[in-house]
């Protein structure tokens, strides 16, 4: 996506906060899309990502949820948010700008190209584990597609572009067309669990079936689209076969939170394993790896904070 926003910062450029004049270097620009431009930045020799807005308010709402959630964390260690503020060009100029964590990941696409498809059922997984970690604290992520997920070492997943994020029950603040479940027909826009499920659902296929699921929407009349057009690309598509009833039930609404999902998709995970007596698959390793990197956090973390 691209934007009328014509604000340029170069390599080599340093960015003072006008309010708290933290300095930041900028170091190359790392995307753009409709609410603004992200920069790699370095401060105090770490890097960061700085987000600056065209719109105090749509950034201002963003900043809103990252402060929320990052209240509703237990310890700092987790921070995504580390600063706020305006940048100030010499003709006077202002925009706002926040500064988040640096994630240095790859999206799931490039992921999947780089490391094998094998990776899939992993990247799912710690996927509906994040969505379900969002709803407990009482958010729907909203805007959930291929660029706004990024895929790091062992398929560890984190998301970014928090714009679309909405308090449960409120309207989504910002979709895309495709992932959205009012553009299938499959209910409304309202923001609750099972409307990322059904994001979840159509990027299970985007990742799989990106042509045919373009294709698809090109032919399809509005009010004749529906689950059973993207059920049916999916049981023609071999890497979604396990899926198609997994995928059906979020499609359908058929899951009572994104917990339950991810439950069903991990059952889904082990009943394929055992029936395939196969040498073990790299995703395999990356869980077990994933979860010794998460017991020593976990004993860090009990260690520290009982210090
Ligand atoms: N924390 C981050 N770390 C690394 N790269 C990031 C980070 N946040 C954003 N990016 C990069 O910047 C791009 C644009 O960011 P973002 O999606 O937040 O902008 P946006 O204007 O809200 O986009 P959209 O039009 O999709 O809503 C992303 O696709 C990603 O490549």
């Known amino acids: 996506m691209t934007t009328s926003f014509n604000l340029e910062l170069r390599k080599g450029m340093t960015v003072i906060g006008k309010w708290r004049q933290r300095r930041y270097r900028v170091e190359k620009l790392l995307g753009e899309g409709a609410n603004g431009k992200v920069y790699l930045v370095e401060r105090d020799r770490s890097w960061y990502a700085m987000k600056v807005g065209m719109d105090t308010v749509d950034l201002q709402s963003e900043i809103n949820v990252l402060k929320s959630l990052a209240a509703q964390r237990r310890s700092g260690k987790d921070a995504f948010l580390f600063d706020v503020d305006d940048l100030q060009l010499p003709g006077g100029k202002e925009y706002p700008f926040y500064i988040m964590r640096y994630v240095r990941g790859v999206t799931l696409p490039n992921y999947l190209s780089q490391h094998g ?7 799912g997984l710690h996927l509906l584990n994040k969505l379900a970690e ?9 805007d959930l597609k291929a660029e706004n997920v990024m895929a790091l070492d062992y398929g560890r997943i984190e998301l970014i572009d928090f714009g679309g994020v909405t308090a449960a029950g409120k309207s989504v603040r910002q979709f895309t067309e495709i992932y959205d479940r009012g553009y299938w027909n499959m209910g409304s826009r309202s923001a609750d669990g099972g409307y990322d499920l059904f994001s979840f659902g159509v990027l299970c296929i985007q990742l ?13 009349l509005p009010q004749n689209r529906s689950a059973d057009d993207l059920l049916d690309l999916a049981s023609g598509s071999p890497g979604l076969q396990p899926y198609v009833s997994w995928l059906e039930r979020a499609f359908r609404g058929g899951f009572p939170d994104a917990a339950a999902a991810a439950e069903a998709w991990r059952l889904l995970l082990h009943r394929r394993e055992r029936s395939r007596p196969a040498a073990v698959p790299l995703w395999v390793k990356g869980l077990f790896a994933g979860s010794l990197l998460l017991l020593a956090g976990a004993i860090y973390w009990l260690f520290a904070g009982g210090l």
Request: proline share 7%; aromatic share 14%.
């Open 117 to 123: 498809m094998e990776w899939f059922p992993l990247l």
């Open 134 to 142: 969002l709803h407990a604290a009482g958010w729907v992520f909203g």
């Open 208 to 220: 799989h079936e990106p042509k045919r699921l373009m294709q698809l929407t090109k032919e399809r």
